[in-house]
């Protein structure tokens, strides 16, 4: 019994053995690519952590500019906008300061700190201008764009096939979105998240109910067809009822518009018709200064009632 119980042993180490020396003898053969395969790993995980996937999509700027340029259709142009907007402020108060020096040089440091506050806040009203224009253009061809996009849905077209009719013929600026949006579906970027950056660059509230629609039909399986046409007749109604709100607020600016203008008129004729009366205040230094903060208080009390008078719809 203990014969046995050797040989088996005997048997067993002989088979481990020639198992190591079959095991370090085919790596052997192997070794030099063994080794560089190491080394290229190394280098890789140096380069890159492990577990962290590259991605292959431009992130979409999140900031206050970036937002901006985006709804105005120039965030191609971010950086040199806003090396603009910089120069813009600080022409500004260089601008500002020249002229209170020309004035009184006790202004100098009031022309100064108002310079430049002016000049940020004015590119930004004027970039928030283009935004609005090309916002409002895009919401004015929402309604067209969505009934071609519910014949191309009713003649059978996927969401994707959709996307790609409208790229191709809807007008312009929303044509962009739409071939932006098909780009980056065509990449691999999820639906989902390709048409949240859409929204994202359409503000308006209609496009947001598409996107909607579009997420609960796919989650659900609705008719999207059938959504998409009672979001287009949504949008006519509305531009019915805003286009009839205008009407009837068009007196109410009007009034809004000639009280705000009419204290500067009233100061302007004085000015030209008697200037020994308001002479002697503008000679005064404190005087100037109560003069230019008027003139900003009259221009947000303006904007006030020109906001009274504005209904959204």
Avoid at 249 to 274: D, E, H
Wanted: positive net charge.
């Amino acid at each position: 019994m203990s014969g046995i119980y050797l040989t088996g042993c005997l048997v067993f180490a002989v088979v481990m053995v020639a198992g190591f020396f079959l095991i370090a003898a085919a790596r052997s053969q192997h070794a030099d690519e063994l080794t560089r395969l190491a080394k290229h790993q190394k280098r890789l995980a140096e380069k890159q952590p492990l577990g962290v996937e590259e991605d292959i999509f431009a992130a979409q700027r999140t900031g206050y500019l970036a937002r901006i340029l985006a709804q105005a259709g120039l965030e191609a142009k971010y950086a040199s906008i806003k090396t603009q907007w910089i120069c813009t402020t600080i022409g500004t108060a260089v601008g500002f300061t020249m002229l209170a020096m020309l004035v009184s040089p006790d202004l100098m440091i009031l022309g100064l700190i108002l310079g430049a506050p002016a000049g940020a806040a004015g590119f930004i009203m004027y970039l928030n201008r283009l935004a609005k224009q090309r916002q409002a253009k895009m919401t004015e061809q929402l309604p067209q764009v969505l009934e071609s996009m519910v014949s191309s849905l009713r003649a059978g077209s996927p969401v994707m096939e959709t996307f790609k009719v409208l790229a191709e013929t809807a007008p312009d600026p929303i044509r962009s979105e739409f071939k932006r949006a098909l780009i980056s579906l065509q990449l691999g970027k999820p639906f989902r998240e390709a048409l949240n950056e859409m929204s994202q660059r359409i503000r308006t509230p209609d496009f947001k109910l598409l996107t909607q629609a579009v997420y609960i039909s796919q989650d659900v399986g609705a008719n999207l067809a059938d959504v998409v046409a009672t979001i287009a007749e949504a949008i006519r109604e509305r531009f019915k009822l805003r286009d009839f709100m205008n009407s009837l607020t068009a007196q109410g600016k009007a009034t809004a518009a000639f009280i705000g203008v009419l204290p500067y008129g009233i100061t302007a004729l004085t000015y030209v018709m008697t200037p020994g009366y308001i002479v002697p205040f503008f000679n005064n230094p404190i005087a100037r200064i109560i003069f230019i903060l008027l003139v900003f208080w009259e221009m947000i009390g303006f904007w006030i009632l020109m906001k009274l008078t504005t209904f959204e719809v």
